[in-house]
């Protein structure tokens, strides 16, 4: 695809889930990777936005999810910069997993949202090493409304900086995050469920999460914001 090519915010993107499909029990990725998302067995239902028609996934927030293999999301074990971007409308419910590709304490990454009433529901993500992990969040995340959300994570200052709608917002580092330890080929991406795929179901709709090896900034993460929040009524 040319035009998305010549898009600066697509390069090097290494996830791209549009859920174009509307139907069906895979999704395909149109990232350069073309991962396939399977809904099989424990599929979200398609939805769609009524004000412009966009394909949407709805969870129930108890035994749905998507998932891609292991073998085939190597390029997604991140050791170093990375970004994770999503628009969700969260139902809130406890602590929900928004996208891991992980083993908890050991290795990989995870971000989920978190019902906390203390601190307006705040936005984390996790890096794990070997019998251990690190993690960021930030505050101020709401239910029942479209939001782009996300985290750039720079290997270098071992700073993560969370975003909602095109802004960064003050995050919380805990002194620091160590490069996640890389998974190699034991662990799958899951979408909205912990790795495990027992526990932490995300509950509401979800469209587009996005994934890349470098970090975006804040023009970048302004750009997509300003691209697409039209056709969620943003």
């Known amino acids: 695809m040319i035009g998305y090519d010549n898009l600066a915010i697509n390069r090097q993107i290494a996830l791209d889930l549009p859920f174009r499909e509307a139907s069906g029990l895979i999704t395909h990725d149109v990232a350069k990777p073309h991962h396939i998302a399977s809904l099989a067995g424990h599929a979200p239902v398609w939805g769609e936005v009524a004000l412009s028609g966009l394909g949407v996934l709805e969870f129930n927030g108890t035994s749905q999810y998507l998932e891609i293999p292991a073998a085939d999301t190597q390029d997604l074990d991140f050791t170093g910069d990375f970004a994770l971007a999503v628009w969700i409308h969260p139902v809130f419910g406890a602590c929900d997993m928004l996208m891991c590709r992980s ?16 601190v307006n529901n705040y936005l984390s993500l996790r890096s794990n090493q070997a019998g251990s992990r690190t993690g960021a969040y930030a505050s101020d995340f709401t239910a029942d409304e479209w939001q782009l959300v996300g985290f750039d994570y720079d290997s270098a200052t071992s700073l993560a900086t969370a975003f909602k709608n095109g802004l960064p917002k003050v995050t919380t580092n805990n002194g620091g995050i160590l490069d996640p330890i890389a998974c190699g080929v034991t662990q799958k991406l899951l979408i909205g469920v912990q790795q495990g795929e027992i526990s932490n179901f995300f509950k509401g709709k979800m469209w587009r999460p996005r994934a890349w090896p470098r970090k975006l900034g804040t023009a970048g993460w302004a750009q997509i914001f300003e691209y697409h929040r039209h056709w969620l009524g943003v």
Do not use: F, T
């Open 103 to 118: 083993l908890l304490d050991n290795c990989g990454w995870e971000m989920y949202i978190d019902e906390n009433a203390s």
